[in-house]
């Protein structure tokens, strides 16, 4: 029987609880802020904040710094709540293990629901979206981070460029990974086609780029780090794709330094007063 997309991703964090806040701390903006301080500033300061896919609540902490005061987070994996519920910040926060598309909460429990580069990895994204709009309070603020892809001709997208052909060998050998989100939402089209229905307003649509550049073997591991396909490779696979990596990327460097970028959409909303048919 395939492994589902939330089985897949509840294993993975359970074995790497942590590893997304490594990869943002090491992810930098040419101001040298992290991608959950960028994100922390569309929300301005929120009294009652949920984060869906909140893994080990360092953007929790984050908020709870610039004000929050009463914070809730749900994620897969007990692992990495296990972490979050560790955080000196969050000795108070509703951390729980569930589902998005099922939120254990209240009607306008919230005044902001958050997501950081999860909700393009959820299945059924419409039901997530009617259960924030349950959650949240009328004119309360919806922000997501979303993958915006590598920055063309440095370090990510020539590591995807040589991974493809392995990803796919995989694939046909029967290791395949499990489909992962809906990818109209990683447009701003996309997702206001999503979000309009469910009462929200368009969206705000902002674009940052972070830093991962660092020695072609720094990149390496850090690319093997952030992509879950790498799952699927077997140890041949990974042994050839790095020495691909590391041959081409030799033409790359300068100064010892491999430039390695990637963007990041920030998309925020509000929940409407209204429905979308008017009613109050």
Same mark, same amino acid.
């Given at each position: 029987m =395939?492994q589902?997309?939330?089985?897949f ?8 609880p942590?590893?997304q806040?490594v990869?943002v ?13 960028e994100f922390a500033?569309?929300v301005d300061a929120?009294?009652?904040?949920l ?6 609540g360092?953007l ?12 809730a987070?749900?994620?897969? =994996?007990?692992e990495?709540l296990?972490l979050?519920?560790?955080r ?7 951390l ?9 909460f209240e009607n306008a429990a919230f005044?902001a629901?958050?997501?950081?580069m999860?909700l *393009?990895l959820m ?6 979206v ?5 959650v ?9 981070a979303l993958?915006?892809g590598?920055v063309?001709?440095?370090g990510m ?6 991974a493809?052909p392995?990803f796919?060998a995989?694939?046909e050998?029967?290791r395949? *990974?499990?489909r992962?989100?809906?990818r109209k ?5 996309g997702l206001?086609a999503v979000?309009t229905p469910?009462g929200?307003?368009p969206?705000?649509w ?5 830093d ?5 073997e720094?990149v390496w591991?850090?690319n093997v780090?952030v992509f879950?396909d790498?799952e699927?490779l ?15 990327a030799?033409?790359l460097v300068s100064?010892g330094r491999?430039?390695?970028?990637m963007r990041?959409n920030i998309?925020t909303?509000?929940?409407?007063a209204?429905?979308?048919?008017g009613? *109050?």
């Amino acid at each position: 029987m =395939s492994q589902s997309a939330e089985e897949f991703l509840k294993a993975f964090h359970d074995n790497n609880p942590g590893l997304q806040s490594v990869s943002v701390e090491a992810s930098r903006t040419a101001k040298g802020r992290t991608s959950y301080e960028e994100f922390a500033d569309r929300v301005d300061a929120p009294g009652r904040v949920l984060d869906l896919g909140c893994a080990d609540g360092a953007l929790l902490e984050v908020l709870a710094g610039r004000g929050a005061r009463t914070l809730a987070g749900v994620d897969l =994996s007990a692992e990495e709540l296990e972490l979050a519920r560790r955080r000196p910040a969050l000795v108070n926060a509703d951390l729980r293990r569930g589902r998005a598309q099922e939120l254990p909460f209240e009607n306008a429990a919230f005044d902001a629901v958050v997501s950081h580069m999860a909700l *393009m990895l959820m299945t059924d994204v419409e039901q997530v979206v009617a259960e924030v709009a349950r959650v949240l309070v009328p004119g309360g603020v919806f922000a997501v981070a979303l993958g915006g892809g590598a920055v063309e001709g440095e370090g990510m997208a020539l590591f995807l460029e040589l991974a493809r052909p392995h990803f796919e060998a995989a694939r046909e050998a029967g290791r395949r *990974m499990p489909r992962m989100g809906d990818r109209k939402i990683r447009t701003r089209e996309g997702l206001d086609a999503v979000l309009t229905p469910a009462g929200f307003a368009p969206v705000s649509w902002d674009s940052i780029v972070l830093d991962q550049s660092g020695t072609p073997e720094k990149v390496w591991e850090t690319n093997v780090s952030v992509f879950y396909d790498v799952e699927v490779l077997d140890e041949d696979q990974i042994v050839e794709l790095r020495r691909e990596f590391l041959d081409k990327a030799r033409s790359l460097v300068s100064d010892g330094r491999l430039p390695c970028g990637m963007r990041i959409n920030i998309a925020t909303t509000r929940r409407r007063a209204f429905t979308v048919t008017g009613e *109050m």
